[in-house]
Every structure is written in structure tokens, then in C-alpha cells.
């Protein structure tokens, strides 16, 4: 059993900022792959960020430079700092992770979603 806690979302004025925040706990193994999806009325849920195990990060093109993704490992959290932020980042904000249960059998959790509205 895993469980999330994902926190942070709210309301922002363009150009504001915002910090979200996922923890995973539970019976796992080192998590490897954490991220951030978004989804927008009417739209799919697309990938917004990603951090490996390793640190290593990757972005949409929509967020680069203004989106900041952090892990830390000791506590299972995933961070996303958003800055700069526009009325088109407006959406339900979803962290994800992957991690191996067994030596056989990798798994993945989502969070609850939390809004993010901008206003300009």
C-alpha cells in the first residue's frame, strides 16, 4: 500500500509563483522516475516535468525555463517550483512515480490532483 500526499495548488496572479508538492510512503523501493502532468479542461493530460533517480531532468517546451523540478530522496518528495507563471498553466496538476515493489515487478502512483488557476 502507497500512499500520496499532494499538496500546493491555488490561485495566482500572471507572473506569480507557485510550489507543489508530492510525497509517496509506503512499501517500495527506491523510487526511480518522478513527474508532473497537467491536464486543462477538455484536454489530455500531458507530461510537464520529469526527475530521474539520478537527477536528471526534462521539460515540455511550454514550461522550460520557468518550471524548476526537484526531488528529495530521503523523504520521496517531488517539488515543482513554477514561476512565472500564465493563465495558459491553468489546470489539475498531477505527480506521478515509479518504483520496483519486488525484484520483478515495477509500479506506479498518482496523486490526488491539485488546481492551479492563473489569473491575469
Known amino acids: 500500500q502507497v500512499q500520496v500526499a499532494e499538496s500546493g495548488g491555488g490561485f495566482v496572479q500572471a507572473g506569480g509563483s507557485l510550489r507543489l508538492s508530492c510525497a509517496f510512503s509506503?512499501?517500495?523501493?527506491?523510487?526511480?522516475?518522478m513527474d508532473w502532468y497537467r491536464q486543462a479542461p477538455g484536454k489530455e493530460r500531458d507530461l510537464v516535468a520529469l526527475i530521474t533517480s539520478g537527477g536528471n531532468t526534462n521539460y515540455a517546451d511550454s514550461v522550460k525555463g520557468r518550471f524548476t523540478v526537484s526531488r528529495d530522496n530521503d523523504k520521496n518528495t517531488v517539488y515543482l517550483q513554477m514561476n512565472s507563471l500564465k493563465p495558459e498553466d491553468t489546470a489539475v496538476y498531477y505527480c506521478?512515480?515509479?518504483?520496483?515493489?519486488?525484484?520483478?515487478?515495477?509500479?506506479?502512483?498518482w496523486g490526488q490532483g491539485t488546481q492551479v488557476t492563473v489569473f491575469s
Open positions: 509506503g512499501r517500495f523501493f527506491s523510487i526511480n522516475i
Open positions: 506521478r512515480a515509479e518504483a520496483k515493489t519486488s525484484e520483478i515487478l515495477t509500479q506506479q502512483w
